[in-house]
């Protein structure tokens, strides 16, 4: 069955360095990966979404890669702010499978001021 | 900006009972659907929804749930009898229409169902 693995359960970065997040997958060839964010007792918000056929996409201080030869995704969060601490989720998608998404168990980043 | 509206915010049940779940998805969206996340877990596909009838639903979606657009705002999730096991916070999501666009979910707060 398919498995969506993202990286330790919980990131600790200094404000104003890099984090990046890692999502790997095993038996699913998605058409889309999203990730998304979620604070505690909320629900998830949309941050960026990337097809099989792209590399990379960006979003302001955001940035998505996708191998699809790997199976993974990093997600990259520049200039890190403590405002960024939050659990953050990968999710997979295919084409004409009434738009259901599979996620992965979420990274819970917090950033220190 | 549109959000998705779930009510109510915590249920509390007895085993056995029937609940429903309400939610009102973003007006101008066509696909509907619910997940759930038990506490500490990932969160889970339940059902998709699209032009009134179900798209996909998952194993955890059996005989005991059903979903509804009883009219043109809201979208149900109906939980006929109550288990343990069924305590969870349930998320209601909409998409708007577009190849690329119908993917990128919008999720309501949640109602967070207790049963005991």
């Known amino acids: 069955s398919q498995k969506i693995e993202q990286n330790s359960e919980a990131l600790n970065i200094q404000e104003g360095k890099t984090a990046t997040l890692t999502c790997n997958y095993t038996?699913?060839?998605?058409?889309?990966l999203q990730w998304y964010r979620q604070d505690p007792g909320r629900g998830p918000v949309f941050l960026l979404l990337?097809?099989?056929?792209?590399k990379e996409k960006r979003k302001e201080r955001l940035k998505v890669t996708f191998d699809t030869t790997l199976k993974q995704s990093l997600f990259h969060i520049t200039a890190s702010q403590p405002a960024d601490s939050a659990t953050y989720l990968c999710?997979?998608?295919?084409?004409?499978?009434?738009?259901?998404?599979?996620f992965g168990q979420g990274t819970e980043l917090s950033v220190k001021p | 900006e549109p959000e998705v509206t779930q009510t109510p915010s915590h249920q509390v049940t007895q085993m056995g009972q029937e609940v429903i779940l309400r939610c009102v998805p973003i007006?101008?969206?066509?696909?509907f659907y619910w997940y759930r996340q038990i506490l500490g877990q990932k969160v889970e596909f339940l059902v998709s929804?699209?032009?009134?009838?179900?798209?996909?639903k998952s194993e955890i979606f059996d005989d005991q749930f059903s979903v509804e657009r009883p009219d043109g705002s809201n979208f149900t999730l109906k939980i006929r009898s109550t288990k343990l096991e069924d305590s969870a916070m349930y998320f209601c999501?909409?998409?708007?229409?577009?190849?690329?666009?119908?993917?990128?979910?919008?999720f309501g707060a949640g109602t967070r169902l207790s049963v005991l």
């Open positions: 999710a997979l998608a295919r084409e004409n499978q009434g738009g259901k998404l599979i």
């Open positions: 929804f699209y032009n009134n009838e179900i798209s996909e």
């Open positions: 990337i097809r099989e056929n792209e």
């Open positions: 007006s101008n969206h066509l696909y």
């Open positions: 999501a909409s998409s708007p229409t577009g190849v690329v666009a119908k993917n990128i979910q919008y």
């Open positions: 038996n699913y060839s998605p058409a889309y």
